[in-house]
């Protein structure tokens, strides 16, 4: 019995210092603070400010010129974008970030997006970016964003 005891002591300490964190994610603020940086990048041109609308952990990876040679080559693709919207959203398991999916109208076709953004005391910041002509396969089971960011020329 007195074994069990001590055992039972011993497994409430280590429980005691266990961590245990409740991440909470705001959707619609990371769709706002994503979509900022989509706007500035894809509509109004501007790749300087769109990359200090990173994450830093992007921006050690990513030139500005790297990043206004994919708003090019985006442009080239599909033509001028007309509008784009956040579709949906997925948590990334474990971590204070997010997988958000856009869709944009351009005039010669649509693009989808796959943004991973990280959260912060001061919002979210895009981690990472990637285009696409087809809706990326992981969207699907994410759960839907109606009319949270939507951009038009």
């Known amino acids: 019995m007195r074994r069990v005891c001590v055992m039972g002591i011993v497994a409430l300490a280590l429980l ?3 961590k245990f964190q ?10 706002r603070d994503a979509g900022a940086v989509m706007e500035t990048l894809f509509f109004d041109g501007d ?4 990359y200090g609308m990173f994450d830093a952990g992007l921006q ?26 956040v579709t949906s959203y997925k948590p990334v398991n474990g971590q ?8 944009a109208t351009h005039e010669r076709g649509q693009s989808y997006y796959e943004v991973v953004v990280s959260c912060d005391s ?4 895009v981690y990472t970016l990637n285009v696409s002509a087809t809706p ?3 969207s ?6 109606e009319g949270v960011w939507i951009m038009a020329r």
């Open 136 to 138: 990326f396969p992981n």
């Open 122 to 125: 001061g919002g979210y910041k």
């Open 96 to 103: 204070k970030a997010m997988t958000l999916f856009f869709e």
């Open 16 to 18: 005691g210092c266990v």
């Open 60 to 85: 050690e990876i990513v030139t500005t010129e790297q990043i206004g040679a994919l708003a090019d080559q985006v442009a080239a693709s599909w033509g001028p974008m007309v509008d784009m919207r």
């Open 140 to 145: 699907s089971g994410a759960t839907r964003l």
């Open 47 to 50: 790749y300087v400010t769109a």
């Open 22 to 31: 409740v991440i909470k994610h705001d959707p619609e603020r990371a769709a």
